[in-house]
Every structure is written in structure tokens, then in C-alpha cells.
């Protein structure tokens, strides 16, 4: 591939070329002919730009940088700029090409759904701000309930699916408090402290409420 002087790139391909003069890698995007100086060598044959299907996403790890409006950032001898060892989280979008150093990390994965009734236990890596605004620091523990569609974030991991708890007739469930909380009443727990709830129905413990057992009523007759 690196001894044709002329490269056709269909629609949706790419290519990165090197200069050998500058030792700089750069992209020619398709649809085009493109012509190989004397001093350039093309790195790959035409490859398919990466595409994220609608509810899917990809993790690119060593992402360019970007600048609000202005797009992808060089440097002075026209090398794109790259967030070294970070990652983002890119949703579904028109196909697109991989810079120099970026990696697809995990393949195209679909999102994750998230039923009712469920949760996703959720751990803040790093301090960020979400969509609504709500402000977390490194090491807050949070829920998403469901239903949704879960939107990964690369600040976040998550830690375990949380599943309600069905509380039938003549049953309580026991929970204990793993910290410091305010349960779904409103009530303030201390760490350890223990409790019942009685309401029949689904009951999905909050991200520090743990369920130690499942309570049946004892009858008390008139003996």
C-alpha cells in the first residue's frame, strides 16, 4: 500500500499519512483521490470510519482535544492535540474518524436499560457536575432508578444492579443503615441503625440502606 502514489478513499473511509519529513501523522478523510508525495507514507489502506448506532455508545480512549466551536485542536506542526490517558464517552453520531493515538477501547456497546424497580449503584471517580446541574465529589454514592436509559459518564463506575424488594401481607423487611442517611421517609438514620418498613409493595433501598431480612408477622390469637 505504501508504493501506490494513488489512493482512492471512498465515502466514509480514512486514512492517516505520515510525513516522513516532519514525522507528523495526519488524516485525509474520503470521499477523494488522494495523491502520495515523495516524502509520505500511508500508514493503512482505506478504513471505515468508526459508527455508533442509535442507542450505543464507544469509549475512545487518548481523545483529541476540542474547543467549544472550533474543533479539533493542533499543535504548531499540525499534529492533533490529545488528552492522554483520559477517555470519552461518545453516543450515537455521524460516522467519524480516529485520530492519531486515539483507541476504540471495548468495541461499540449498547446502553444500558434500565428497568422499574431497579437501580444502578453508581460511584463518583472524580468531582464533576451532571446535565441537572447537581454537583458530586470523588467518592459520593448515588442511585439511578429506573425506569431509564442509563448514560454512561467516565467519572462514574458502576458499583452493583440494585433489585426492590417485593414486601407482601404480614411482612416487613428489615434494612440497616450502611452510613449516615436519610431513608425514603425522611427519617435521619445513624450508621448501623436498624429498621422495618411495613408498606406492602416494591421497596428499593436508597444507595446507603442495606436489607438484612425479609420479616414475617407473627398472628396473635385469642389464646
Known amino acids: 500500500m505504501a508504493e ?35 516524502n509520505e507514507r500511508v500508514v493503512f489502506p482505506p478504513t471505515k470510519m468508526v459508527t ?3 442507542r450505543h455508545y464507544c469509549a475512545v480512549l487518548n481523545p483529541v482535544l476540542r474547543a467549544p466551536g472550533a474543533g479539533v485542536q ?8 490529545l488528552r492522554h490517558a483520559d477517555l470519552e464517552i461518545r453516543l450515537s453520531q455521524p460516522p467519524f474518524p480516529l485520530y492519531p493515538g ?10 444500558q436499560v434500565v428497568l422499574p424497580d431497579t437501580a444502578l449503584h453508581l460511584k463518583a471517580l472524580l468531582d464533576f457536575e451532571d446535565d441537572q446541574g447537581e454537583k458530586y465529589v470523588a467518592g459520593d454514592e448515588f442511585l ?10 467516565t467519572e462514574v463506575e ?17 434494612l440497616r443503615a ?3 442517611c436519610t431513608d425514603r421517609e425522611g427519617t435521619r438514620r445513624v450508621t448501623g441503625e ?13 444507595v446507603f440502606e442495606e436489607v438484612v431480612d425479609v420479616v414475617d408477622a407473627f398472628l396473635l390469637t385469642e389464646k
Open 4 to 38: 501506490e502514489s494513488i489512493i482512492r478513499i471512498p465515502p466514509h473511509h480514512y486514512i492517516h499519512v505520515l510525513d516522513q519529513n516532519s514525522n507528523v501523522t495526519r488524516v485525509e478523510v474520503g470521499p477523494q483521490t488522494y495523491i502520495r508525495q515523495d
Open 52 to 54: 455508533v448506532p442509535p
Open 74 to 81: 493542533f499543535d504548531a506542526s499540525g499534529q492533533a492535540l
Open 102 to 111: 486515539e483507541e476504540i477501547q471495548q468495541g461499540i456497546t449498547a446502553l
Open 144 to 153: 439511578f432508578e429506573g425506569p431509564g436509559t442509563y448514560i454512561p459518564r
Open 158 to 174: 458502576v458499583v452493583e444492579i440494585s433489585q426492590a424488594t417485593v414486601i407482601r401481607h404480614n411482612q416487613a423487611i428489615r
Open 178 to 180: 450502611r452510613k449516615e
Open 194 to 206: 436498624e429498621w422495618l418498613v411495613k408498606r406492602v409493595g416494591a421497596y428499593l433501598p436508597g
